[in-house]
């Protein structure tokens, strides 16, 4: 399944994303002889419609569910860097650091369907794995990848960017600092620093209760311990309750947000 074209149908052997919530998420090659195990039991692939969502693979998902061979960008670098190196449709890229290869499924997309890209990576054993994961991705016609030390062998490659952009992107302001100093010396303008973040909100609803609301609340509550008091069944209570609960209406809810405890980081 490509990661270019969208389908609407899918068939053996091809790529989904298996989707049980924003946190749960699992690449799987579809066979329906195989099973699928997760905390809910045991399915067979050919069973799972309906239990869960089979998503159409993209860049976005890939970055969440990608095997972590080493750190890697996520949605909210990605979408900045692609956006303030102006990379479209015909764009000709050159990527140092091939890794995971999230970032490159991103560029892929981006530069389609004329554009190419080039990533190197220095590890062997990377380097062939993230190969293979652009030819089943369907992704080999606009990535050449390379197994290849930029830093101390160069790029090997001539005349394919002019007068182009460089983006860096380094977890520690110290190397921050160290970029900065050589691309000045190399003659590099308009150098900038951006810091991207991202916050994740969890959002949920609270029912709003009204000045009446709040006397009935404690009426209801005074009436139970009464009861209780009185020594009454607990059918009779149940029933009471019930009477109650239907002659009200529900209060209406509001919206709110609250950001986790922990923020995710990038390992």
């Known amino acids: 399944m490509s990661f270019l074209r969208y389908k609407t149908h899918i068939e053996e052997g091809e790529l989904v994303i298996a989707y049980l919530s924003r946190e749960n998420m699992t690449p799987l090659i579809v066979d329906s002889k195989k099973t699928y195990n997760n905390k809910f039991g045991i399915f067979k692939h050919k069973d799972m419609i309906g239990f869960?969502?089979?998503?159409?693979?993209?860049?976005?998902?890939?970055?969440?569910?990608?095997?972590?061979r080493t750190q890697i960008l996520y949605a909210?670098?990605?979408?900045?860097?692609?956006?303030?190196?102006?990379?479209?449709?015909?764009?000709?890229?050159?990527?140092?650091?091939?890794?995971?290869?999230?970032?490159?499924?991103?560029?892929?997309?981006t530069i389609a369907p004329n554009g190419h890209l080039y990533t190197f990576e220095f590890h062997e054993e990377r380097a062939k794995a993230v190969k293979q994961d652009f030819e089943e991705h369907g992704l080999s016609d606009l990535i050449t990848i390379e197994c290849r030390d930029v830093c101390k062998n160069g790029f090997g490659v001539t005349d394919l960017v002019h007068a182009g952009k460089i983006s860096c992107f380094s977890p520690c302001i110290e190397q921050v600092q160290r970029t900065c100093a050589s691309l000045n010396e190399n003659g590099f303008v308009e150098i900038k620093m951006?810091?991207?973040?991202?916050?994740?909100?969890?959002?949920?609803?609270i029912p709003i209760y009204?000045?009446?609301?709040?006397?009935?609340?404690?009426?209801?509550?005074?009436?139970?311990?009464?009861?209780?008091?009185?020594?009454?069944?607990?059918?009779?209570?149940?029933?009471?309750?019930?009477?109650v609960s239907k002659s009200k209406q529900d209060p209406p809810n509001l919206y709110v947000s609250k950001t986790p405890n922990e923020v995710k980081g990038h390992t």
């Not at 449709?89 to 997309?109: I, K, W």
């Open 194 to 205: 951006y810091e991207c973040l991202m916050r994740e909100h969890e959002i949920k609803t």
């Open 210 to 243: 009204t000045v009446t609301d709040a006397v009935n609340k404690i009426k209801l509550q005074q009436d139970k311990k009464r009861k209780r008091k009185e020594d009454q069944d607990e059918q009779d209570n149940a029933n009471a309750d019930s009477q």
């Open 52 to 68: 869960m969502y089979l998503l159409h693979p993209t860049p976005e998902l890939w970055t969440h569910v990608v095997p972590h």
């Open 76 to 109: 909210a670098d990605i979408s900045y860097i692609t956006t303030y190196l102006d990379l479209k449709p015909g764009s000709v890229v050159l990527e140092s650091g091939t890794g995971s290869g999230s970032f490159s499924h991103s560029l892929a997309r």
